[in-house]
């Protein structure tokens, strides 16, 4: 038996579509995140995100085939000057969305998609700065995995 990807292990597509939106939900509401997106989240912003996250952990390259791959996130998130307390409040919220989606609550899998949230906004917080000279161009989508420690199977 073979261990699940992390977007298998969450339900696929539709569990990520969930997440992507309790989160712009969430974030709509929030008056730190909210300026980020002036007029709410479009619902292709919300498609493309969920592709990036699906593909991220672990499923089809559909942001890449279709959306550009790591280049073009990355050019979503040049100069934004993101903070650290709006990283911050990016990462929690984004859990507190997965709880809301019903994603799985396990601590092997929430430790992979926590591991995954603080790697991500880490480095959209550095590659949004105006100053940032060392940003890695180009490079592949992250495939995110389960670290050390797989789903337990009993």
Do not use: K
């Amino acid at each position: 038996m073979s261990t699940p990807t992390l977007f298998e292990w969450a339900g696929g597509a539709p569990a990520y579509r969930r997440l992507i939106d309790c989160f712009y939900d969430r974030v709509e509401a929030d008056e730190e995140l909210s300026p980020f997106f002036p007029g709410g989240v479009s619902e292709q912003h919300r498609a493309h995100v969920a592709a990036w996250w699906g593909e991220v952990m672990g499923g089809p390259a559909d942001y890449t085939e279709q959306h550009g791959g790591y280049e073009r996130m990355l050019a979503h998130h040049r100069r934004l000057g993101i903070t650290a307390a709006q990283r911050l409040r990016f990462a929690t919220t984004m859990s507190l969305a997965a709880d809301d989606a019903g994603l799985p609550s396990d601590p092997e899998f929430r430790a992979a998609f926590v591991g995954y949230v603080e790697w991500g906004t880490r480095l959209a917080m550095h590659n949004s700065a105006e100053d940032a000279s060392d940003v890695v161009e180009q490079a592949p989508v992250p495939r995110w995995g389960w670290g050390v420690a797989p789903p337990y199977q009993p």
